[in-house]
């Protein structure tokens, strides 16, 4: 069996550099909401609990397993394109798209059914960081689709080449951050207790 | 200069810099006024004073703003401007009604004032930084939306860029949230929440776009860097400002009796609101040195970077300072705000104008940079005003510190009068630097009239 073989150390990290300050800045800010969550939950761990029993878990799986495969269908497009094949990228984007649309959809239940029971950003701590998170996140979904929309739309037209394909990375970049935040998201917000 | 309708800029700016000198002069007699109460009373009352300095501040911004979209324009749009007459117009409409208002605000009691421009009408008045009578509101409005007609009439006949839709975008949001001034409801919570929606969501939001614009144009003229590369980083950093900015807001609803999740926001939030400047300075150095040509006006470019630094401190560090909730909950409205206040608004906007200006103004005047001799004297000015802002902003932060542990942590807290008089010591040298910082001024002033053989002509 042979060595795995390292990316070299000196080169640029896929897609457009500007994407990286952007995944910083939002991991970050991500990242201190799920810090304060964690420190807040530790005062309130009766409160947390009891609060999240109501959430539902088994949506949230199955959008976890949608946003998860999707970005493997992404990873396949990024493939297809550096194989000059900007007609099956554009497929597998589309592709994409479709499980990222599957995930608005059952969002847009999970928060109909939230505000038909009353839950607000004020009904107690634990409601306000689930529905600021959550719908922190969905927003990026949404952005994300917007994205993976252009640049399937251009790697459709043939906009896309083996040889330049940066749009492609970037677009990928990003959704592959808007999928590991929900990957923390979920668990920790719907899950652990 | 390209287009002969630029040169509508050139009194634009000259008012600009006529008003800031009127702004400092106040600025050192409130000053002033901390350690000496009743210095020039009741001539010019305090409250006067202040509201002279910052109104002031905003007006010639705002000359600022419209000579540096009037230089802007017609050059990114490749035409000429769509009404220069209009501008001349607008311009002297607009100077006499802010010298009137300051006039008012100087001669008459502010009461009686209120009751002369028709406050009873539809009542706008008496609150911070919007204290303009109606009329003089309403005379924003008309000034601000003829402005933008001919900005934006002269975008839509020409090129269309970047740089002037992000421009344009700022200006458009700095008419539409001035509109939020009309609103003053009884309701105290719903005043205070739609008086930030003018006050932070100008100088937070949309007057950074402004700020972005102004300084990406003077960096693609004086790096001769690809208009690609800066326009990209422009549309992120602006992007970046948009998100932190506008939900950061929430950093002003801690304590004014909106719900407790302002401080979640607001707080993160906000707390990132130094990222997008910290990005702005290092794009202002990347470019300078990844510049393609020497320009002549070596000055400008100092503006240029210097704006990246001292907003990056004063917008970004110092804001973060007192931004998150459990620290705001002490230090909220203290002289640690005054301290931030001074240096972002110098930082940010003030060099911002003056980048444009430094950069504009010998091109008006029909070379491509000043003399020497004239520069050497401008860098004279910009390192007198900025140090000795960082300065004013040094003193003003002990003095916030001490003022805070005095009056609100200490176990035998002091009235706010008695814990002033504790902190005078730091008043007295924030003074000092005043007036060094009015030395800067003059230094600059003087440069616009110090001759010296200059080396190319205009292009």
Redesign the interface.
């Known amino acids: 069996m042979s060595a795995p073989t390292l990316p070299a150390i000196n080169s640029r990290p896929p897609g457009d550099l500007a994407i990286w300050f952007v995944i910083f800045a939002e991991l970050l800010t991500f990242g201190i909401f799920f810090l304060s969550y964690g420190f807040t939950r530790a005062h309130n761990v009766a409160l947390f609990d009891a609060s999240q029993q109501l959430l539902d878990r088994r949506t949230g799986a199955i959008n976890t397993v949608l946003l998860i495969t999707s970005s493997y269908f992404v990873v396949r497009a990024v493939a297809a394109v550096k194989a000059d094949d900007s007609r099956a990228a554009a497929h597998w984007l589309f592709a994409a798209m479709g499980l990222g649309a599957g995930f608005i959809l059952l969002k847009l239940n999970e928060f109909a059914h939230g505000y038909a029971a009353g839950i607000t950003l004020s009904t107690n701590t634990f409601y306000m960081f689930y529905l600021s998170l959550t719908v922190f996140h969905f927003l990026h979904v949404v952005v994300g689709l917007l994205v993976l929309g252009i640049i399937a739309q251009k790697a459709w037209t043939g906009g896309y080449s083996a040889a330049e394909h940066t749009g492609v990375e970037t677009g990928a970049t990003y959704w592959h951050m808007v999928d590991m935040v929900w990957i923390v998201l979920f668990p920790l917000v719907y899950v652990i207790h | 200069m390209q287009y002969q309708s630029q040169a509508v800029a050139k009194p634009y700016f000259i008012a600009a810099i006529g008003l800031f000198v009127g702004q400092i002069l106040f600025g050192l007699i409130m000053g002033l006024q901390y350690v000496v109460g009743d210095f020039l009373f009741p001539a010019i009352p305090f409250n006067v004073a202040r509201m002279v300095h910052t109104n002031l501040l905003i007006v010639w911004l705002l000359f600022g703003f419209m000579g540096a979209a009037y230089y802007m324009v017609p050059e990114e749009s490749e035409t000429e401007l769509y009404s220069p007459k209009l501008a001349w117009i607008l311009f002297w409409v607009f100077l006499v009604a802010g010298a009137l208002t300051v006039v008012g605000y100087l001669m008459v009691p502010y009461a009686k004032l209120a009751e002369m421009t028709g406050n009873d009408l539809l009542p706008t008045m008496g609150r911070e930084f919007l204290e303009q009578p109606l009329i003089t509101k309403v005379g924003i409005v008309v000034v601000a939306l003829a402005f933008l007609f001919n900005i934006s009439m002269t975008v839509l006949k020409g090129r269309k860029t970047s740089v002037t839709m992000v421009l344009l975008l700022g200006l458009w949001g700095l008419a539409v949230f001035f509109l939020f001034s009309f609103y003053n409801p009884s309701n105290l919570v719903l005043d205070k929440f739609y008086w930030w929606w003018v006050v932070h969501l100008w100088v937070e939001g949309v007057w950074e776009l402004i700020l972005g614009a102004l300084l990406a144009f003077v960096l693609i003229k004086v790096t001769g860097v690809d208009r690609e590369v800066i326009e ?2 422009l549309y ?1 950093i602006i ?2 400002t948009l998100v ?1 900015g506008v939900i950061g807001t929430g950093h002003h609803y801690f304590w004014i009796g909106t ?3 302002w401080q ?2 607001g707080s ?2 906000s ?2 609101e130094p ?1 997008p400047f910290f ?1 702005m300075t290092v794009f202002a150095f990347n470019m300078v040195n990844r510049r393609r040509r020497d320009h002549p006006n070596k000055v400008a470019t100092l503006w240029a970077l210097g704006t990246g630094v001292m907003a990056f401190l004063g917008a970004g560090v110092w804001g973060f300072l007192h931004t998150l909730a459990p620290v705001n909950y002490y230090t909220h409205g203290s002289q640690i705000t005054a301290a931030h206040g001074h240096m972002a608004f110098y930082g940010a906007y003030v060099m911002v104008v003056l980048t444009l200006i430094s950069y504009a103004m010998p091109l008006l005047r029909g070379r491509q940079a000043n003399s020497n001799k004239a520069q050497v004297v401008e860098m004279w000015g910009f390192w007198l005003m900025t140090v000795s802002m960082v300065f004013i902003t040094l003193f003003l932060t002990a003095a916030g510190i001490l003022q805070v542990w005095l009056q609100r942590v200490s176990t035998t807290p002091m009235p706010f009068m008695q814990a002033q008089d504790q902190v005078a010591i730091f008043y007295w040298a924030r003074e000092l630097t005043g007036v060094v910082f009015l030395i800067g001024l003059i230094a600059y002033v003087v440069s616009f009239f110090v001759r010296g053989e200059t080396k190319a002509t205009a292009t």
């Open positions: 990209k980083w992120v992007a970046m932190t719900p407790g999740y979640w926001w993160i939030f707390a990132m990222i990005m």
